[in-house]
C-alpha cells in the first residue's frame, strides 16, 4: 500500500515538473537517480545494527573470549593493548613492516641523488 | 628558529615531553596508551628539539642522527617481532596489573616506541638535509 503510495506521488511529481516547470528530462533522470542512491543509502544505514548491542553479529565467541580469558592468558590489564600485540601481533607486525618500507622508500629515494 | 624564548622554554621542557611518552610507553598494558602513541610523542618531543636547536650542529652529527636512527628502526622491529621468536603460545606472562612484570607485551611495545619514534625522526631529516 505505502509502495503504491509512492509510485503514485513519484509519478505526479514526474509529470508536475516535466509539464509545468518545464525540467529537462535529462536534469529529471540525474535527480532521481541521486534521490534513489540517497534513499539506498539512508535504508542501509537505517539497517544497520545498532552500536554496542548484545545482538550484533560481530558480539560473537571472539570477543567474548578476549574479555574474560585474556587477562589470565596475556597478563595485561588493557584489553586493547592484548588484543593488538598478543592476539593479533601479526598484524601489528605488518604495521611495523610499513612503517620500515615507508623509510626506506623515502632513504632509497632522497639519497640517491 | 633564531627565537630565543622557544630556546629558553623547550630546554626545560623537553624533559617533560619525553618522561610523558616514555610513561605511555610504559603504561602500554595497564592504561590506554601504548607503543604507537607513546612512541609519536618521543619523537615529536625530539622532532621540536632538533627543530629548535639544531641549526647550531653542524653536518656530521646530523647525518650521525640520520644513521642511529635508522639502526633503532631495526632495533625496535626485532624488539616488536621477539614474540615470534620466543617458542610459547602467549608470551612469558607476568603478574597482571602491576607495572614490570607483564612479560612480551611491555617488550613489543618498547620496540614499537623506538620504531615510530625513529621513523618520524629519519623521515625529518631525510627531507631536511636537502637544502
Known sequence: MVYIFLAVIVVILTLFLR????????TLV???????????FSFTVAEMPTFGSV?????NEVPRRYLE????????VNIVSSVIIDYRAFDTMGE?????????????????? | MHDYATRVVFRYMLLFV???GVYVVMHGHISPGGG??????IGLGLLLYILIFGQLWNMSFRRMILDSAIIFVGIGGILEVLKFIIPHEHGPIGVPG?????????VSNFGIGILVASTILGVYYMISEEE
Open chain 1, 19 to 26: 509539464f509545468f516547470l518545464g525540467v529537462d528530462p535529462r
Open chain 1, 30 to 40: 540525474t535527480l532521481y537517480l541521486l534521490g534513489l542512491i540517497i534513499f539506498l
Open chain 1, 55 to 59: 545482538d550484533n553479529p560481530t558480539f
Open chain 1, 69 to 76: 580469558q585474556g587477562l589470565q592468558e596475556t597478563g595485561a
Open chain 1, 96 to 113: 611495523a613492516t610499513v612503517l620500515f618500507v615507508a623509510i626506506a622508500a623515502v632513504i632509497a629515494t632522497l639519497r640517491s641523488h
Open chain 2, 18 to 20: 619525553l618522561l610523558y
Open chain 2, 36 to 41: 604507537f602513541s607513546g612512541g609519536m610523542i
Open chain 2, 98 to 106: 602491576t607495572l614490570f612484570s607483564v612479560g612480551i607485551i611491555s
